[in-house]
C-alpha cells in the first residue's frame, strides 16, 4: 500500500481498469468538490463496504 500519492498521479489513474477512488472525507455533504466517478463511503463503516470493491485493484481513499 503506497501511503500517498501527488494529485497527477490519481489524475492518471482516473478510469484506468481496476482502478477505484473512493471519497471517504467526514462531511461529505458539505464538500464542495468531488472527483469525478469517486464512489462516496463512510470511513467509520470501511468493515461494511470494503468487500464491494475488487481486491485484486487499486483503491484510492481521498479526505481532502
Known sequence: ???RISKNEVRDKLGKPGV???DVR???RTATEKIAGAKLEDYEKVEQ???KYPKDGEIILYCS
Open 20 to 22: 477505484v477512488v473512493i
Open 1 to 3: 500500500m503506497e501511503p
Open 26 to 28: 467526514h462531511d461529505q
Open 49 to 51: 463496504w470494503l468487500n
